[in-house]
């Protein structure tokens, strides 16, 4: 049993609000309260922000991932590392459970920025001394800190949830070539086959699906995704595998994003269920939807924050 930490003057732990009850259940698993934050606008709209617990001489963990809305959540994150710094916080962990601004990790034409690269820079300027995190969107983002980081992966949860509600034989599916690494160390931990889907994208948020790679004729198969933005890649690949004869199409995906037409699509789609992790909060309209099920990431990051404080290794939470 993964043993607690205590309110012993060491660390704190602190929320933004972007996904308050995700870090309230973390404190839960950890047996601590969550430290307290007065945070609020001025009138133009700036983030103001003031931490009511002292910090000095402790180790800081702030929770907050930078999902919509991505510019408010991230500049609270931000002044949340800065209040601290100033406050003399020893060690500040910046648990970010869903990394924004990840899909641009590379320059694919002239004159387009990096921006998981400046967010890196941004973190560490303020003050971060390490980063807690999950899924990147591509796992070389951890090359643009120079603070360490510590990347944890959603898919032990998805594999004990499938192991549970889904017997039979499937094919673990990666909706694209850039998630085949992903899908395929998915499909090692289930010992299942891997197909994959070869498409084209023709203007960003559109996918059009070509052609299903490997057989999935008469199988359950299982689509692995680290997030779900516009669920048209998603959807999209649903359809292309029951044309292929595929008897039921699941998705398991880290990140709910679910923006634009999402749930709309899903809704409509011949996926059978989409699993999906608290990293993100849902918004109203995902919450009715019976065909998204979310389970919680809570413990996963409980654990990486104890591993974090006491200095014991991480190796069985990949």
């Known amino acids: 049993m993964e043993k607690k930490l205590n309110n012993d003057e060491k660390f704190i732990i602190f929320s933004g609000n972007a996904n308050l009850p995700l870090a309230e259940e973390v404190c839960e698993h950890l047996g601590v309260k969550l430290g307290k934050t007065k945070i609020d606008k001025f009138s133009d709209g700036e983030t103001q922000v003031e931490i009511l617990d002292r910090v000095r001489k402790k180790e800081v963990f702030i929770i907050q991932p930078t999902c919509d809305p991505v510019n408010n959540n991230l500049m609270e994150l931000l002044i949340m590392i800065d209040s601290c710094k100033r406050s003399f916080g020893q060690h500040i962990t910046a648990v970010i459970p869903y990394f924004g601004y990840a899909r641009q990790d590379k320059k694919v034409k002239p004159r387009v920025p990096i921006t998981a690269k400046l967010v890196a820079d941004m973190l560490e300027a303020a003050g971060a001394a390490r980063i807690i995190t999950i899924d990147l969107h591509a796992n070389q983002i951890q090359g643009f800190f120079n603070i ?171």
Do not use: W
């Open 148 to 318: 360490p980081v510590d990347h944890f992966y959603g898919r032990p949860i998805f594999v004990e949830d499938i192991k549970k509600h889904i017997t039979k034989e499937i094919v673990i599916v990666s909706a694209d070539a850039g998630g085949v690494e992903r899908a395929r160390g998915f499909a090692k931990m289930l010992d299942a086959d891997l197909a994959i889907i070869d498409k084209r994208r023709p203007k960003p948020n559109e996918a059009k699906v070509m052609n299903v790679i490997g057989d999935v004729d008469g199988k359950i198969t299982v689509i692995y995704e680290d997030m779900v933005d516009t669920a048209g890649t998603i959807t999209e690949t649903a359809d292309a595998l029951i044309n292929k004869g595929a008897k039921e199409v699941y998705v398991y995906a880290v990140h709910p994003v679910l923006s634009g037409p999402a749930i709309e699509k899903i809704e409509k789609s011949q996926i059978k269920k989409l699993i999906v992790t608290n990293t993100i909060p849902l918004h109203a309209e995902a919450m009715k939807c019976k065909k998204i099920k979310q389970l919680s990431i809570a413990k996963l990051l409980a654990k990486a924050i104890i591993r974090a404080h006491t200095g014991d290794g991480v190796e069985d939470l990949f």
